[in-house]
């Protein structure tokens, strides 16, 4: 047990992430349960403005930063220098600081509920002057999680990018790499470009907080703009978005492939596009302003570069749909949340064209329908992608598999449940309901849909315990070979769970999928 | 190894049809699957865009998820071996071509749409027959809205404004406030009330009825009870109102006083001062104007964690005795 606690394998340490944000996510999603019990009828009382608020900014801010972004962070770990034939990280010890700083920046942000004044209530996106003027602590700590959280953020993606520049095994060039290996390098740079200004932005709020009328940044009566720290904040927060769903697209570049017995359709489009959805995600963030009244000429800007974004995703989506084509699909759990993931994203990246034509964002911003639009994105997108991740290398990582029957079921009951919640809320949106109100007093169909969104978020839950249930019996789980689904890349040559250096040998790589070459080489030679 | 599969099929396809036929039902009557009935020109902009969007949107989703079922159904792996390989295809140059062209015209549609549009959306047509728009200006306040009218006339939550004449709205808040937006979904798009800041927008109602909006910003603890309206009347009737309301506010008001109370106190603290958010007030308290005119322009900060804000720096004379007037009548006699 120990040595869990002192370990600088990358394994090990993306097993803690995992762990720890696994925590985040059931807090999380007790906190999303509880805003669903709030709005389910009108005028409910079981939270209170404050308290609602509260609620509202934490589970954000712990999705976003504690459970999606760590997730990913912990299955990069895991796989990267496995993928890349690697013996660890670049900076193992370094590795185990971003690990511990994360695990810190938690614990700040969970005990900043008991804070004099509460927790943070001002929304992920902290606008000041609200901020600013927020009484108590809770903001503070608020603050301080995430200065820890960009630190340790900052140092793994640094990590990453060395990894992945400098310790790919012999014949592994660029064009070779996996999927999700090009993920993860641009997220690793997206981080590492975009952090910073997040870091800048929170120090002049917690300056400005901490020393009234001696810092003038954002309140305007001291001299500020308001407008500056949504400027700031989006510069990081729009890249972030991508931060969290690149990742995902890579972890379904690679289920998509192995369980159609197909190469993935398009390789090169698929990891150019995310480079190049990775560079344009650092000139659109002002799309998230479109109400604050910037001059017409800068919203037509950044509306048709939001739009650009479209064509590199669009390309991702069809080429996905390709490799399913003749394929030969096994229809496991990973596959079904892959499936799952194509359906939902389908409908996030769609719902987002309304979002960038600025005159249609004057009537949804800030509504139920950017609610449903973004849950669609990270939820049905993200986080259908990670957990059909888990359930695809989970026998890789503990040695045995999560129970099939049971991760059918989760599927089932996450996808039902997700529909059901999400959808009804792009309606609520166009009925007038605005994000982050405690309550309302409409009936009709404010009331019908609200009802019946509550009901799909306890399937969901439902759904989160038979998961929880799957990993809890894993432990006694059917056992896992080395590449129990015909894998294509190198994590499947060691064995599972792999050896502390994972590999004895590593095969020469002479294309993107070794694992692919290597079998078709046995077969033909015992054909001989 | 594999379980069937069609099971599972009929219940995504049971669940899309139940989806499918729960939209029907509510686009009866539109149901929220698009921008409500919009009452105002820029509103009526924007909903064609929206429809405009939503036809091309509609054709890629049905292509995507009926192109994901049928590769799902047909090549799902039925009795073939696990390891049996799909084809060894690696992609197509023409087809990235084809996909990648195909969205740039539907964006570069959407785009021309939506510019085309746009003139409409954000440019208020000249009235000269009813005499040039009317401006108001619209000031978000921790929890209220406050409406000055040209001639000095004031409004709390309830903006009041004439039929078929263009509406200009000058929208801010107090610098000493936090941001909020503006929006009454039917007539037209939101616009954020940002303290040093001023922005502009506009209506013009076609007919006469009573339009909501909320707070659309987060903005505290009241943010959800930020709501609001207009009034639109017949022009006469407008112009007389507001006549009535100039001579009115000239002296203690108190129909503005009472404006005042239920939108600004009473939000917190109750319209019988019987307490809520905020804590309960004597009468003596309600009475005594010099004390009530210090909470009122300075705000409040308690101990814990109710901070009241200064909602009335900014007040007229006019205002703040209209209030007291209010009070007095209201709760001077019990004290």
Redesign the interface.
Same mark, same amino acid.
């Given at each position: 047990m120990a040595s869990w606690l002192v370990t600088v394998d990358h394994k090990r340490i993306g097993i803690l992430y995992l762990a720890t944000a696994g925590l985040f996510f059931l807090l999380a999603g007790v906190l999303a349960l509880l805003i669903r019990i709030q709005l389910a009828r009108p005028d409910q009382s079981v939270l209170?403005?404050?308290s609602y608020?509260e609620v509202v900014t934490m589970h954000g801010t712990a999705m976003v930063f504690f459970v999606v972004v760590p997730i990913l962070a912990g299955l990069g770990n895991f796989l990267v220098p496995l993928q890349i034939g690697a013996r660890d990280m670049a900076f193992p010890r370094l590795n185990a600081f971003s690990y511990w700083l994360f695990a810190a920046g938690g614990i700040v942000f969970a005990l900043s509920f008991f804070a004099q004044?509460?927790a943070a209530r001002?929304?992920w996106t902290a606008?000041p002057?609200?901020s600013v003027?927020s009484?108590?602590n809770g903001q503070d700590l608020w603050i301080l999680s995430l200065h820890l959280l960009t630190v340790s953020s900052l140092a793994g993606a640094i990590n990453f990018i060395v990894t992945i520049h400098n310790m790919r095994t012999a014949g592994m060039s660029w064009m070779r790499m996996p999927l999700f290996v090009w993920a993860i390098e641009v997220y690793a740079w997206l981080l590492l470009l975009v952090l910073p200004a997040l870091s800048a932005g929170l120090t002049l709020l917690l300056l400005e907080r901490r020393f009234p009328g001696t810092f003038h940044f954002f309140?305007?009566?001291d001299g500020g703009?308001?407008?500056l720290y949504q400027h700031v904040f989006w510069f990081f927060g729009h890249p972030e978005v991508y931060i969290m769903i690149l990742p995902a697209m890579g972890i379904i570049s690679e289920i998509l492939p192995v369980f159609?017995?197909?190469?993935a359709?398009?390789?090169?489009?698929i990891a150019l596009s995310t480079v190049a959805i990775g560079c344009f995600s650092m000139i659109v963030w002002a799309h998230h302003m479109f109400?604050?009244?910037l001059s017409?000429y800068l919203n037509?800007w950044f509306?048709?570069v939001s739009?650009?974004i479209?064509?590199p995703t669009?390309?991702k989506?069809?080429?996905w !749909?390709?490799t399913?084509?003749?394929?030969? *699909? #096994?229809?496991?759990t990973p596959m079904?949340f892959a %499936?799952g993931f !194509?359906?939902i994203f389908?409908?996030g990246g *769609? #719902?987002g064209?309304?979002l960038a034509?600025?005159? %249609?964002?004057?009537?949804v911003?800030?509504?139920y329908f950017v609610v449903a639009h973004f849950h669609y994105v990270l939820f049905g997108g993200s986080l259908f992608a990670i957990i059909g991740g888990l359930f695809y290398w989970w026998p890789k990582m503990f040695g045995r598999f999560l129970s099939?029957r049971l991760g059918?079921l989760t599927f089932?009951l996450l996808?039902?449940g997700f529909?059901v919640t999400f959808?009804?809320q792009?309606?609520?949106?166009?009925?007038?309901m605005?994000?982050?109100?405690?309550?309302?007093s409409e009936g009709g169909?404010w009331q019908a849909?609200n009802m019946v969104s509550t009901v799909g978020s306890f399937l969901m839950g439902v759904g989160v315990l038979v998961f929880m249930l799957a990993i809890a019996r894993s432990r006694t789980g059917r056992r896992a070979g080395n590449d129990p689904w015909?894998g294509d890349t190198l994590e499947w040559y060691t064995t599972s769970p792999p050896p502390p250096h994972n590999f004895d040998t590593v095969p020469y790589v002479t294309s993107a999928r070794p694992l692919s070459d290597l079998r078709r080489s046995l077969k033909e030679r015992s054909a001989l | 190894m594999?379980?069937p599969?069609r099971p599972?099929l009929l219940?995504?396809i049971g669940?899309l049809a139940a989806?499918l036929a729960l939209a029907g039902a509510?686009a009866a009557g539109n149901?929220?699957?698009?921008?409500?009935s919009p009452a105002s020109p820029n509103?009526e902009?924007?909903?064609t865009?929206?429809w405009f969007?939503t036809a091309l949107?509609l054709g890629?989703?049905l292509l995507?998820?009926s192109?994901?079922v049928v590769?799902?159904v047909r090549?799902?792996?039925r009795k073939?071996p696990?390891?049996?390989?799909?084809?060894?295809?690696?992609?197509?140059n023409r087809?990235?071509l084809a996909?990648?062209a195909?969205?740039?015209l539907i964006?570069f549609a959407?785009?021309v749409f939506?510019?085309a549009?746009?003139p409409g959306?954000?440019d208020s047509p000249d009235a000269t027959a009813s005499g040039g728009p009317l401006r108001i200006e619209v000031v978000g306040h921790q929890f209220y809205w406050q409406f000055r009218y040209p001639n000095g006339v004031i409004a709390i939550d309830r903006m009041r404004a004439p039929a078929g004449r263009p509406v200009v709205l000058d929208v801010t808040a107090p610098?000493?406030?936090?941001?909020h937006?503006w929006?009454i979904?039917r007539l037209?798009?939101?616009?954020?009330a940002?303290?040093?800041?001023m922005?502009?927008t506009w209506f013009r109602a076609n007919e006469p009825g009573f339009y909501?909006?909320?707070?659309?910003?987060?903005?505290?603890?009241?943010?959800?009870?930020m709501l609001t309206g207009v009034e639109v009347l017949p022009q006469a009737d407008f112009d007389e109102w507001l006549t009535t309301a100039f001579s009115a506010q000239h002296q203690a008001d108190p129909a503005l006083g009472r404006e005042l109370w239920e939108g600004v106190c009473a939000k917190c603290h109750g319209l019988a001062a019987e307490g809520g958010?905020g804590p309960t007030l004597a009468a003596a308290t309600l009475t005594n104007r010099d004390a009530l005119e210090t909470v009122i322009r300075n705000g409040r900060?308690l101990p814990?964690?109710n901070?009241m804000p200064s909602v009335g720096r900014d007040w007229t004379a006019a205002q703040l005795q209209s209030l007291y007037a209010y009070l007095e009548a209201e709760f001077g006699s019990q004290g």
């Open positions: 209170t403005g404050d608020n004044g509460g001002t929304g606008y002057p609200l003027l009484p108590g309140v305007p009566e703009s308001p407008v159609s017995r197909k190469p359709f398009g390789y090169k489009a109400t604050v009244g017409n037509a509306m048709v739009m650009v479209a064509v669009g390309m989506i069809f080429n !749909l390709a399913l084509w003749r394929g030969n *699909l #096994s229809l496991d079904w %499936i !194509l359906s389908t409908v *769609l #719902s064209i309304y034509a600025f005159p %249609i964002d004057w009537q911003h800030d509504t099939e059918k089932a996808f039902v529909n959808f009804p792009h309606m609520l949106g166009l009925l007038g605005p994000r982050r109100i405690y309550t309302y169909l849909y015909l | 594999t379980p599969v599972r219940l995504i669940v989806l509510a149901g929220g699957f698009g921008p409500t509103a902009g924007i909903a865009s929206f969007v949107v890629v989703f995507v998820e192109l994901l590769f799902v090549f799902r792996r073939r696990r390891d049996a390989d799909g084809p060894q295809i690696h992609g197509s087809l990235e996909w990648t195909g969205p740039v964006l959407i785009a939506v510019f549009k746009l959306i954000i610098d000493w406030d936090v941001n937006s929006w979904p037209g798009g939101k616009i954020d940002i303290p040093g800041r922005n502009t909501e909006g909320r707070c659309a910003e987060l903005c505290g603890a009241f943010h959800a009870k958010y900060a814990g964690r901070v």
